[in-house]
Every structure is written in structure tokens, then in C-alpha cells.
T-cell receptor, first 116, second 114 residues
């Protein structure tokens, strides 16, 4: 299947700093990418949907100024957690939709963010 | 709006026993349905999916699921559990066609004991 690479897999930062997480589709073009957040022992909650070259669409309750999403190319989307606080600590997972494969998403390995 | 309900947050079976993980969905349009598996600190791996056609779908690692429209269900089964099947399993639904967001169930943690 198609591969989505997410980096970094783990990041620890101090409160107040910003962290960028990258999500790359390695062998397909991802017109659309989705960012999910997962709290410990819970399900994945969709944060936002990003389409290449346009602004991301955020789910209700997700602060767009805190979670900046950029989808500048068909193979790269980034999530920047700005002014991170301990409550932002979570597991973040991206997924890309393969334009040639209707309906299936391919997931990155996830990034565990810990804010001290 | 679409939603997914997974009955049982924890399921425990003996090695070699039948695995049954339950999933019910709600959708106003024909759904695409998925089962994913997640191992600790990892992303999601697709087990199987239903889009159209045959309602009994077979996936990897011996898993299968049956789409029952009348029951709005998509339960996941495996005839004989293996220790390596211990993981978190998520059922998900999306609109048919296009590249739509997946809505996930709460997940079921499967434990397999000797």
C-alpha cells in the first residue's frame, strides 16, 4: 500500500515553544490530508482537513491559530503547534488520501508530543 | 452526520478462540466502512474495508467483516486468535466516493491470553 511518513516520531518541548510536525506521502499524491489527535487510550479525533494549495478546514473546537496547518504541495503537509502548553501533549497522526484510490486513507506513524 | 459505535472497549479471548469485535454505524448516505489496527505508539494499519459489492470482506491476518445494511453493522471476526493480535482496533466510516474524512469509533482493545 501507499506510504505516509511522519516526522518526528517523538518530540519533547518546553511550554511556550512551537513544534512542527511533517507528513509526507512518499509514493502517491495526496490531494487531501487529514490531521488527527489521539489522547491516551482514546480514539482518533479529527482536527482538520487540508487540501493542497488552500486553507485547512478545522473541526469545531479546534483552534486554528494554535494548530497551523500548511499543505503546500501534493506530498507534504505540516502541522505546527504554536505556543505549546502541557495540555497539547498528545499523539498526532496524519493521513493522506490517494487520488487514485477512492475512499482509502493512508496513515503516518504518528508523532508523540510532550510539552513540559 | 455519521457516527460509529464500538461495543466493548475491552475484549479478552484465549489464544485459538474466536475473535468478535462489534461495530455499528450511522450514516445517511451509503457508507464506506473500515477496520484499522493500532499497535502501541504506532499509526494505523488497514485491516480491511467495505466499499461496494460483496458484503463479506476479507482482510489481512485472517480477519474478515460482514457489512449488514439492515443491522447497520460491520463486525470484525477472526476464527482463531493469535497472541500477536493483541492491539487496539478501530472501526471507521466515511461517505462513499471521494476523499472524505474518516469518523472513528472509540476503539476496542483486544487482549489475547494463553
Amino acid at each position: 500500500g501507499a506510504v505516509v511518513s511522519q516526522h518526528p516520531s517523538r518530540v519533547i518541548c518546553k511550554s511556550g515553544t512551537s513544534v512542527k510536525i511533517e507528513c509526507r506521502s512518499l509514493d502517491f499524491q495526496a490531494t487531501t490530508m487529514f490531521w488527527y489527535r489521539q489522547f491516551p487510550k482514546q480514539s482518533l479525533m479529527l482536527m482538520a482537513t487540508s487540501n493542497e494549495g488552500s486553507k485547512a478546514t478545522y473541526e469545531q473546537g479546534v483552534e486554528k491559530d494554535k494548530f497551523l496547518i500548511n499543505h503546500a504541495s501534493l506530498t507534504l503537509s505540516t502541522l505546527t503547534v504554536t505556543s505549546a502548553h502541557p495540555e497539547d501533549s498528545s499523539f498526532y497522526i496524519c493521513s493522506g488520501a490517494d487520488r487514485s484510490n477512492t475512499g482509502e486513507l493512508f496513515f503516518g506513524e504518528g508523532s508523540r508530543l510532550t510539552v513540559l | 452526520a455519521q457516527s460509529v459505535t464500538q461495543l466493548g472497549s475491552h475484549v479478552s479471548v484465549s489464544e485459538g478462540a474466536l475473535v468478535l469485535l462489534r461495530c455499528n454505524y450511522s450514516s445517511s448516505v451509503p457508507p464506506y466502512l473500515f477496520w484499522y489496527v493500532q499497535y502501541p505508539n504506532q499509526g494505523l494499519q488497514l485491516l480491511l474495508k467495505y466499499t461496494t459489492g460483496a458484503t463479506l470482506v476479507k482482510g489481512i491476518n485472517g480477519f474478515e467483516a460482514e457489512f449488514k445494511k439492515s443491522e447497520t453493522s460491520f463486525h470484525l471476526t477472526k476464527p482463531s486468535a493469535h497472541m500477536s493480535d493483541a492491539a487496539e482496533y478501530f472501526c471507521a466510516v466515511t461517505n462513499s466516493g471521494g476523499y472524505n474524512k474518516l469518523i472513528f469509533g472509540a476503539g476496542t482493545r483486544l487482549a489475547v491470553h494463553p
